[in-house]
């Protein structure tokens, strides 16, 4: 039986404009399992990022819980919050975010020196995380020196480097050509396995949504549809589905 990595309860975010509030999440309840990829698709303005934020502890709920890996984020102080974003989540994001001026390890050791791990530490993770995603031979590499999807790809090492409950993805193939994405998803997959990794991954990428174990469709606030998967683990008629949700 598959062990519950996130619970939403009734979850709900609003905020102002002007002195009128607009609901971006209406009462959210959902799970998400240990070591599954969850893809959540929708169209623009439906609420998915509002979701990977709280869910990522970025935001606070207006109401209803969150609750990852056992703890209840709206009970969090703000410094809890920082510690819990360092230590157990993972970000990845469309526009890489790298920093310029350090090297790919550099870049993947980051989170890793923000944690005061050791310094040899760093260094072997880094270059273990960089080998598995397939840029060993670039490690010293600066961003500009490597192509979109490598650098997408130093990114998720980075996402992993701190060993996170979850790691969580805003359109991670929004700016990649569809080579890459197909590698950039054939590595999560080996990531999962390997390191044990659980991904939620916002999209409107069918190439994601094909390579999802599960897809929940959020539409108003409010999750609308969740996917059906087959005995191989595959999203049944992902096109279809993603047709259907997004339109």
Do not use: W
Not at 99 to 114: C, R
Not at 133 to 139: D, N, P, T, Y
Not at 189 to 209: C, G, W, Y
């Amino acid at each position: 039986m598959s062990e519950m990595l996130v619970q939403t309860v009734d979850l709900q975010r609003r905020y102002k404009r002007g002195k009128v509030p607009v609901p971006a999440l209406n009462g959210v309840s959902m799970s998400v399992q240990k070591g599954e990829i969850l893809g959540i698709i929708g169209p623009s303005g439906s609420g998915k990022t509002t979701l990977l934020n709280l869910i990522g502890g970025l935001d606070r709920p207006s109401s209803g819980t969150v609750t990852v890996d056992g703890e209840d984020l709206g009970r969090m102080s703000d410094a809890e919050l920082t510690e819990y974003r360092l230590r157990k989540v993972g970000f990845i994001f469309q526009f890489y975010n790298l920093i310029p001026t350090l090297t790919a390890a550099e870049n993947v050791e980051l989170p890793m020196a923000l944690a005061k791990a050791p310094l040899e530490e760093q260094k072997d993770r880094a270059l273990e995380l960089l080998e598995a995603v397939a840029l060993g031979a670039k490690a010293d590499r600066m961003p500009d020196e490597l192509s979109g999807g490598e650098q997408q790809r130093v990114a998720v090492a980075r996402a992993l480097v701190n060993h996170p409950a979850i790691v969580l993805g805003d359109e991670p193939t929004g700016d990649l050509d569809s080579k890459s994405a197909k590698k950039l998803m054939e590595v999560l997959k080996s990531l999962r396995k390997e390191e044990h990794a659980t991904f939620v991954l916002v999209t409107h990428d069918p190439i994601v949504v094909a390579e999802c174990n599960r897809v929940c469709a959020i539409r108003d606030g409010k999750i609308t549809r969740e996917s059906k998967i087959g005995e191989d683990g595959k999203v049944l008629d992902h096109s279809r589905f993603v047709m259907d949700a997004l339109f």
